[in-house]
């Protein structure tokens, strides 16, 4: 998925497909209006050379990318809320239970916290639940975070 960059920022990008390609501009979202697209990219799903606008066209659009790209338009990125914390209750009862391993879980950012909640909800057997909570205890216990191996490489 090669981007093409103009001035020192991504102006347009192409994909390939096995049976069409697609082509889309960065600050495509103030070139078209909302819902024109068809398939990746701004163009639609380009199957044959016959779906490319009329050249003039195509021109239209990478001058007026330029423009934008000069203006300095950064593309909008939408806002959205972090999604909320759920602790599991069998997690939050074994955290009362062990306070050394709770002050450091509270005391956490909220994607400390996270990394330890999602770890215990992706086992898939309840041994592997029990076994990964008794070593996030100990873990924070001793005041680490989840990928702590990690942490200095």
Known sequence: MPHFMYQGAIL???????????????????????????????????????????PETLHTYIRQAMTLSEAGVVRARPKTAPRALLVPAYFAEALKANQAARQVFDAGSLSFRREYVDWLEEAKTEPTRLRRMAQALVWLAEGKGRNWKYQNC
Request: proline share 7%.
């Open 12 to 54: 347009c990008n192409m994909s390939a497909f096995k049976a069409h390609c697609a082509f889309g501009f960065w600050n495509g979202g103030t070139m078209f209006p909302a819902g024109q697209k068809e398939a990746m990219g701004h163009l639609g799903r380009i199957s044959a050379l016959s779906d490319l606008p009329p």
